[in-house]
């Protein structure tokens, strides 16, 4: 099992910035992506961006060039969050696979990421 703690989130104006964090512990060997989704009251959870066990770094077409994906050799994975914007408001959940692509993704509980007007 792999355990996920995000931490990090807050209310800020917009304009402003954020750094999220997640750290990820249990059975940490198994981890290969990890990622981070948002989800804003009444929508659907949504994908934000995925780092690689490699570093290879991809993101959703609404914050690329504003947030940056990150994850160290520890496995903690990072989200710098700049330029914020109300509608970043959402939910943020920390997400893990397993190398062992049968079990389940790991989440973690959430980090409520607020952006005022």
């Known amino acids: 099992q792999v355990q996920l703690l995000e931490s990090g989130g807050g209310l800020v104006q917009a304009g402003e910035s954020l750094r999220l964090s997640c750290a990820a512990t249990?059975?940490?060997?198994?981890?290969?992506?990890m990622g981070w989704y948002r989800q804003a009251p009444g929508k659907q959870r949504e994908w934000v961006a995925t780092?690689?066990?490699?570093?290879?770094a991809n993101y959703a077409v609404f914050v690329k060039d504003r947030f940056t994906v990150s994850r160290d050799n520890k496995n903690t994975l990072y989200l710098q969050m700049n330029s914020l914007k109300p509608e970043d408001t959402a939910v943020y959940y920390c997400?893990?696979?397993?190398?062992?692509?049968?079990?389940?993704?790991?989440w973690g509980q959430g980090t409520q990421v607020t952006v005022s007007s």
């Open positions: 249990g059975r940490i060997f198994s981890i290969a992506d």
């Open positions: 997400n893990a696979k397993d190398t062992l692509v049968w079990i389940p993704d790991y």
């Open positions: 780092v690689t066990r490699g570093g290879s």
